[in-house]
């Protein structure tokens, strides 16, 4: 065991909520000019910063991430990300408007009101930021509920939010299922928007409660089954790195991971053959050694899940190449896997594993690895891999999916938006339109008189 955690139920979720909403109708936060906001936004990437080694630990033992990508990467990316919506916070404003008639008008773009977001365990620290950042930069207050396997970062990081200035009642963290926290956040008639990040099974969830409560604005970043299409004149090595990369960070447990790659057929052996190389030496083990490259996947639940997609692949008649078991001794540790020869119908080939299992497909020409890799009910990204820059257009326009990666994989920034098309999802994280959800447009009007123009 880890540590103990209050189970937040409805009852905590009404408190949390009208927390929120006293500090929305009364308190200071959706008042204060956006420079204000700015300011206090800006010290709390400083506090992050400062206690970097105790969220990276904290996203170590929770799960299973590794101590060295967090602390160099995971917790730095989040104080980058509210950094940049602090930045934003005092350039939100509307437009004058050129009427056809007699009228001055004008749009405002107010906060929404009370927001609650709803984080997945796969990053804890990554998505509470980017969740939270644009919702404190829009003047919003909310209700963040962590994933039940990943509480612990998130009430570090309300704590130091507290630390930075943010007044009380602005962001509150509650611990809890998704099944009864999660559901009373999604169905509450004092939540006016719902940003969630999760399976696209408890999406559909999601979007029914804020139908049947009080209509409210649903953001949904959802699963995912991304194809990366490598073509003959790609250079073998990075393809073959961009490949492995793209299946097997964070144990494979990635909504963009590149779990379906397509090859020429022109370089198709040799692609497969460094990639199978590249497998067999991934570092799988203890997440706090520098050494490793992956570290356990996050519970026995999800073990289990992956295990026996690999069994499927295996009835299913795909070939398996490497891996396919877990590591020997104590843990939820699995070996890179790569399959060959997967078709669509299959179930490796169709669903979301959300583990280190990588399936490959030969193609002859664009137009077929086009068509394949739409074949999917997913739109979250696709990778690219070419030196000719016209099939990289043709490709990137033809492919449904609201990312698209050119020689390069998982490139996100602060200000490229990031969301799906399809069953992936609607809404943006990152970028300006992160914050569309969390504002509402206001239009005002007033009559002119004896104007000499309109």
Not at 41 to 62: G, H, Q, R, S, Y
Not at 120 to 148: D, H, I, Q, R, Y
Request: hydrophobic residues 45%; glycine residues 10%.
């Amino acid at each position: 065991m880890i540590a103990k955690v209050a189970e937040g139920d409805k009852e905590d979720v009404d408190l949390a909520v009208k927390a929120a909403r006293q500090a929305f109708d009364h308190g200071p936060w959706p008042r204060l000019p956006g420079s204000a906001r700015a300011r206090i936004m800006m010290k709390f990437p400083d506090l992050i910063e400062e206690n970097v080694e105790e969220l990276a630990v904290l996203d170590t033992i929770d799960a299973g991430k590794l101590f060295s990508m967090g602390k160099a990467v995971d917790i730095p990316f989040a104080a980058k990300v509210l950094r940049y919506y602090a930045g934003a916070a005092d350039k939100i404003h509307g437009e004058v408007l050129k009427m056809s008639r007699e009228f001055h008008a004008y749009t405002l773009r107010e906060p929404i009101g009370v927001a609650g977001l709803i984080i997945p365990w796969n990053f804890p620290t990554g998505m509470f930021m980017w969740k939270v950042s644009p919702a404190l930069a829009a003047g919003c207050t909310m209700v963040v509920k962590p994933a039940e396997q990943t509480p612990l970062s998130a009430l570090y990081y309300a704590h130091l939010a507290k630390l930075a200035g943010i007044p009380d009642g602005v962001l509150n963290v509650i611990n809890g299922y998704g099944a009864t926290a999660g559901a009373a956040i999604t169905s509450h008639v004092d939540v006016d928007a719902v940003s969630f990040t999760g399976s696209t099974e408890v999406g559909r969830k999601v979007m029914q409660a804020a139908a049947t409560s009080n209509l409210k604005v649903v953001s949904l970043e959802l699963g995912g089954k991304s194809p990366l299409i490598i073509f003959d004149d790609a250079d073998v090595d990075m393809a073959a790195q961009l490949a492995i990369f793209g299946t097997l960070f964070n144990k494979g447990e990635v909504c963009v991971a590149s779990s379906r790659v397509y090859v020429q057929e022109g370089i198709y052996d040799k692609l497969v053959n460094k990639l199978v190389e590249k497998a067999k030496a991934w570092v799988v083990g203890d997440p706090f050694d520098p050494k490793v490259q992956q570290g356990p996947q996050i519970d026995k639940k999800q073990f289990d899940k992956i295990l026996s997609y690999i069994e499927h692949g295996k009835r299913e008649g795909a070939t398996l190449l490497t891996g396919g078991k877990p590591l020997d001794g104590k843990g939820y540790y699995i070996e890179p896997t790569i399959f060959s020869e997967i078709k669509e119908e299959m179930l490796i080939a169709k669903d979301e594993i959300f583990g280190p299992v990588l399936g490959l497909a030969k193609f002859k020409t664009v137009e077929e690895a086009i068509k394949r890799a739409n074949s999917t009910r997913y739109g979250l990204a696709a990778g690219i891999v070419t030196k000719d820059i016209n099939v990289a257009n043709t490709v990137s326009r033809s492919i449904r999916a609201g990312n698209i990666w050119i020689n390069c994989y998982a490139a996100l920034d602060n200000d490229c938006p990031f969301g799906g098309y399809k069953m992936s999802g609607f809404g943006s994280s990152l970028g300006l339109e992160a914050l569309d959800i969390f504002l509402k447009v206001k239009s005002v009007v007033t009559p002119l008189f004896n104007t000499p123009w309109l």
